[in-house]
């Protein structure tokens, strides 16, 4: 996901941005964007921290999908705008519900015991899981080193994720970040100059 | 240029060598720029990862997914399918997770590098080591490695630590090499500036303001640019040079 910060700043501070050089205004945005993109992944990783609710309640290792997802995030600037790229599959949750489809299956996989939580049917094959589905039902079961069948994934035609705003910062706190640090930065070359 | 821009500007090093020769017998400033996966010769297949990272950057595919997807072509191609082996089997999940991870974090830190101007840097002269992901067995000598790190450069434009300080320098600190090209002895390092700095580490950057840096007592004066902010896009003849002056004539399908 892409957030463009020139749409978050403040109408006095976007004013003064018209009035300035190219290399300038570029600089600025920089600054913004670096101000950004610093501000959500501390956020981010902070919202990692607080989840994690299915890999807990399956007892399985969290995949770090959020923390990851955080440390990789980076940003453009150019003389009109600077662009944050958020690359967390699902992050537009935090503004939307989101239904999930398969795309090249009949149905979603979703795990229910910690040995399916973050992998695929064919991971788990080849980890030596016999993976089968019993006639009729909208499950799979698998059994591995000959031990008792245990249930591993819910098939499913579509799911939905609620949404939930907490996963990125408020507009606010968003346009504060930005605005802050780049009216910051005009002032001390402001004092600078003078 | 952001992340995703920059793993499809990458060069393909198809390679018969292990991790370790391959870092002692090719320049650093080319592997940077390059997709390659000790002892994996097959172009096309280093095509596939370079795709798959950009997507995993461009937050259009999950790690799982793109763990599925570089199985199901190395299955086509006739890889063993077990995941035994670990690290030295191609298509074991150990082995895809450090390649899909460790080519994710470069080229997020290097697009990092890229976007640092002199604002940037003026707002945020250093950055700060920190653990910014989980890992299961965390390496417990990151201290150790930032000490002697430090010692080697004199602790130029880096916060003189006690083993368990915080890790900070400015950007420009040569320490950041140091660390990188492994310093004291350690044979797990990438050769570069920037994290991950060594293989499967979940340790990165946080940008700290120039006045946490006062603070901290560092000399934000003497902040200057990075250095390591190399291109990602090495020429054809260069590649094809250092291929020759190693004597890895054959590629099988050549280089891309």
Known sequence: MELFISAKISPKLRGLLLEEPVDYRKELFSVGGNALAEGLKRYIRRQADLRHDTARRLGARPTGLLRKGAARITWMASANDATVNVPIVGISRAFHDLTIRPRNAKALTIPVADAAYGHRVRELQRMGWQVFRPRGRDFLMGRKDGGEAKLLYALRKSVTVRKDRTLLPTDDQVSATITNAMARHHARKVVSAA | ?256
């Open chain 2, 1 to 256: 240029m952001n992340s995703a821009e920059i793993e499809r500007l990458k060069e393909l090093l198809p390679t018969s060598l292990g991790s370790a020769e391959v870092r002692e017998q090719i320049a650093a400033d080319i592997l940077r720029r390059s997709v390659f996966s000790a002892r994996m010769e097959c172009a096309r297949y280093l095509a596939d990862v370079r795709e798959t990272v950009a997507q995993m950057l461009e937050g259009t595919l999950d790690q799982a997914s793109a763990r599925d997807r570089l199985e199901g072509i190395l299955e086509q191609m006739g890889h063993s399918m077990s995941d035994e082996g670990g690290l030295k089997n191609p298509a074991s999940i150990r082995r895809l997770n450090l390649v899909l991870e460790t080519q994710t974090q470069m080229a997020a830190s290097v697009a990092r590098l890229q976007g640092q101007t002199p604002a940037v840097v003026e707002e945020w002269p250093a950055w700060e080591l920190e653990r910014q992901e989980a890992r299961a067995l965390p390496r417990p000598d990151w201290a150790a490695r930032w000490y002697l790190a430090g010692q080697s450069v004199g602790w130029k434009g880096a916060l003189p630590a006690h083993i368990g300080g915080r890790m900070v320098a400015l950007k420009s600190s040569p320490i950041w090499q140091a660390l990188g090209d492994g310093v004291g002895g350690f044979k797990d390092t990438l050769g570069n500036p920037y994290p991950p700095f060594a293989y499967s580490s979940g340790m990165g950057w946080t940008d700290l303001s120039r006045r946490e840096c006062i603070e901290l007592g560092l000399d934000v004066e003497g902040a200057g640019m990075p250095a390591g902010s190399a291109s990602l896009a090495p020429s054809e003849d260069e590649i094809d040079e250092v291929a020759k002056r190693f004597g890895f004539g054959d590629f099988g399908e050549g280089l891309l």
